[in-house]
C-alpha cells in the first residue's frame, strides 16, 4: 500500500492554483512567492516552518548541510533566494504551482550528491526544494517490498531493511549518504548489478507530482512517465515523492575482500586479465579496481607508482569464492586470509570504509565521512585494453598523479535486460563503466581550474579505447563538460549533445514524454531533457 495518499484537502490547491507555466517576469519577486505560497498553505500542514530565507539565522546551515562538493560552496557560488525544506507532500505542489506562477526556477535536491551541483546551484535566480524531511521508509517482508520516500538515504534503505530481515538486501550504490531521490531515478547502480541489475530493474510502483501539481501513482501517471523517472531521472518530469522497490535474497553469509596490488606487485598484468574475466565471473561476485598514484614504497626521492586495489562483494561464503578465484582470476593471488566472511548489511559498511566492528546504525548518519571539492566524468569500455594502452595510461596517471580511475565490471544480470527497457542504455556489450575521479582541498576557482583540467586529460587519454559514435556515459555521474541546456530556443538541440551519450537512442522516447507531460519545461535544469522543438 502507498506511503502516501492524496488527501481531499489538498483539492482547494488544485482548484485555486489552476494556473498557467506561462507567467510572466513582472510577478516574480520572491516576496510574492513567499505570498503565494503561504496563502494557500494547509492549516493542517502549514508550509511556514518550511521556509528558509537569506533572514533566517538557519538558512545558511540548511543549504550548506547538502551541498557533498564543496566546488559549490564558494564565496562566489550563487545562492537560493529561498530552501523550501518540504514536511508534507502539500508543499511539494504549493511549492510547484507557486513557482509557476511567479515564474522561479525550481532545482529539487534529495540528498545532494549530484556531481555538478545542479540540484542546488543554478546561473539564474532559483529556489531549492529540499526533500530531505520526506524520507520514511516502510519495508513489507511478507510481500518483499518497501515505500522509500526519495528524501531517505541509501544508507537508511539499507538499515530498515536489515532491522527486518537478515536475508534481503537491495542493489543500490555504495555510499550510505546518497538520496535516494536522484540514485533511483538516474539508473542507481552497485556491487549487486552483475546479480540484480540495476536500482530501476527493482522499482514496481512511484508516486510524483506533475506540473500540475496532481500527486500520480503507476497507475495514474501511465507508463511512459512511469519509464521516464526510472532511469531518465526525475527533475525533468516533475518531483518524484516515492518509490515501491522489490527487494532481492541475500544469503546470510558474504564475503567482501580489499587486495591491493602496485606495479612492483603485477598490477598492469592482473588489470589486464581483469578486462577479460570480470564480466563473465560467476554473477554471485563483483570486482571493482581503483587506481590510484602513491610513492614507491621506501623511495626517498618521491617516486611515484600506481596502485590498483581490488575491491569484491561475493554472495555466498570464501570457500566458494576461493573456489571461483582459483578457476577464472587465479592471476590476483587471493588468499583465504584476504577474505571477510560477514552479513550483507555489514558488506555495506566495508565498502565504504568504516572500521571493522562498526555497528550497523552508522548507516543512518547523513555526514559524509569526507567531504572535499572533486570533479567527475564517466566512459564506457566495449573492447578491453590492450596491454601497451594500458601501460600508456597507467604512465600518463603517474605524470597527471592526482586523477583516479575506477573500473565497475558489467555482464551478468546487466547484458540479460534490453537496452531500452529503461532508459538507461548502457547494457549488453559493454564490459565495464569507467569512472574518474579528482578530489582536492584547496577552495577557489583556481585550484578547480587546475583539478578540473588534470581530470579532462585523463579523459582525453582514454579516448582510444572507449565508446564512439556517441562517446557514452552513465547520467547519475553527472558532467557538464559534455553539454549543457541553457533551456532557451535551441534547447532540444543543446540537449541532444548530451543526451545521446547519456540515452542513446532512449533519449528520443525520453523527449516525447518530456513534451507531453511537461510542454512549458518547467522542471529544468543545466542537463534536463527538453521538450520538442516544434
Known amino acids: 500500500m502507498a506511503i502516501l495518499r492524496l488527501s481531499l ?6 482548484l485555486v492554483l489552476s494556473i498557467s507555466c506561462t507567467a510572466s517576469a513582472s510577478s516574480s519577486a520572491p516576496e510574492n512567492f513567499v505570498s503565494c505560497l503561504l496563502s494557500h498553505s494547509l492549516p493542517c500542514h502549514p508550509i511556514g516552518p518550511a521556509i528558509y530565507t537569506p533572514n533566517n539565522a538557519s538558512y545558511s546551515s540548511v543549504l550548506e548541510s547538502y551541498i557533498r562538493n ?41 540528498g545532494g550528491h549530484d556531481f555538478e551541483g545542479v540540484s542546488y546551484v543554478a546561473e539564474v535566480p532559483f529556489f531549492i526544494l529540499d526533500l530531505f524531511n ?31 530481515s537478515k536475508v534481503h538486501g537491495f542493489p543500490a550504490g555504495v555510499c550510505p549518504t546518497v538520496g535516494v531521490g536522484g540514485h533511483f531515478s538516474g539508473g542507481g547502480y552497485g556491487n549487486m548489478m552483475r546479480k540484480y541489475g540495476l536500482s530501476v530493474d527493482n522499482i514496481v510502483d512511484a508516486q510524483i507530482v506533475d506540473v500540475h501539481g496532481r500527486l500520480l501513482d503507476r497507475k495514474s501517471m501511465g507508463e511512459d512517465l512511469f519509464w521516464a523517472i526510472t532511469g531518465g531521472g526525475g527533475a525533468s518530469f516533475g518531483v518524484v515523492i516515492a518509490y515501491k522497490i522489490n527487494l532481492v535474497r541475500v544469503p546470510e553469509t558474504v564475503t567482501v575482500f580489499r587486495v591491493i596490488r602496485t606495479l612492483e606487485q603485477n598490477a598492469t598484468d592482473i ?36 596502485r590498483a586495489t581490488f575491491n569484491a562483494l561475493f554472495l555466498g561464503d570464501s570457500a566458494r569464492l576461493l573456489s571461483v578465484m582459483n578457476k577464472s582470476f587465479p592471476e590476483l593471488g587471493l588468499e583465504q586470509s584476504d577474505c571477510q566472511e560477514m552479513s550483507w548489511v555489514e558488506s555495506t559498511l566495508f565498502w565504504t570504509d568504516f572500521p571493522k566492528g562498526t555497528a550497523p546504525e552508522a548507516l543512518l548518519s547523513r555526514v559524509p565521512q569526507v567531504r572535499t571539492h572533486f570533479k567527475r566524468k564517466s566512459d564506457y569500455v566495449k573492447q578491453p585494453i590492450p596491454k601497451a594502452g594500458l601501460k600508456w595510461i597507467i604512465q600518463k596517471m603517474i605524470e597527471l598523479q592526482t586523477p583516479l580511475l575506477t573500473f565497475n565490471p558489467y555482464g551478468g544480470r546487466m547484458a540479460e535486460i534490453a537496452a531500452s527497457a529503461k532508459p538507461f542504455p548502457h547494457r549488453a556489450g ?69 543526451g545521446v551519450k ?24 543545466e542537463q534536463s531533457i527538453p521538450t520538442l522543438p516544434y
Open 9 to 14: 484537502l489538498l483539492l482547494p490547491i488544485l
Open 70 to 110: 564543496l566546488r559549490f560552496y564558494e564565496s562566489y557560488t550563487r545562492k537560493p533566494y529561498l530552501i523550501i525544506t518540504a514536511l508534507h507532500v502539500s508543499h511539494v505542489q504549493q511549492a510547484i504551482l507557486c513557482a509557476q506562477k511567479h515564474n522561479l526556477q525550481m532545482k529539487i535536491r534529495s
Open 271 to 306: 588489470v589486464y586479465r581483469w578486462q577479460y574475466v570480470a564480466n563473465k565471473l560467476d554473477n554471485d561476485l563483483f570486482i571493482r579496481p581503483i587506481m590510484d598514484v602513491v610513492n614507491v614504497t621506501g623511495s626517498q626521492t618521491g617516486e611515484k607508482t600506481l
Open 430 to 498: 559493454n564490459l565495464w563503466n569507467v569512472q574518474y575521479a579528482t578530489n582536492w582541498d584547496a577552495s577557489g576557482s583556481e585550484a578547480a581550474e587546475k583539478y578540473i583540467d588534470l581530470t579532462r586529460k585523463l579523459f582525453e587519454y582514454m579516448t582510444p579505447f572507449v565508446s564512439k559514435n556517441p562517446r557514452e556515459a552513465f547520467f547519475n555521474y553527472k558532467d557538464l563538460d559534455i553539454g549543457i541546456n541553457h533551456n532557451d530556443k535551441g534547447s532540444y538541440f543543446e540537449g541532444r549533445v548530451f
Open 134 to 164: 520526506l524520507r520514511t521508509i516502510n519495508v513489507d517482508i511478507k510481500t518483499e517490498t518497501a515505500w522509500v520516500q526519495t528524501g531517505a538515504t541509501l544508507g537508511e534503505v539499507y538499515y530498515r531493511i536489515y532491522e527486518k
Open 502 to 525: 547519456y540515452f542513446k537512442e532512449n533519449f528520443d522516447k525520453l523527449v516525447l514524454i518530456k513534451t507531453k507531460v511537461d510542454p512549458g519545461n518547467f522542471f529544468r535544469n
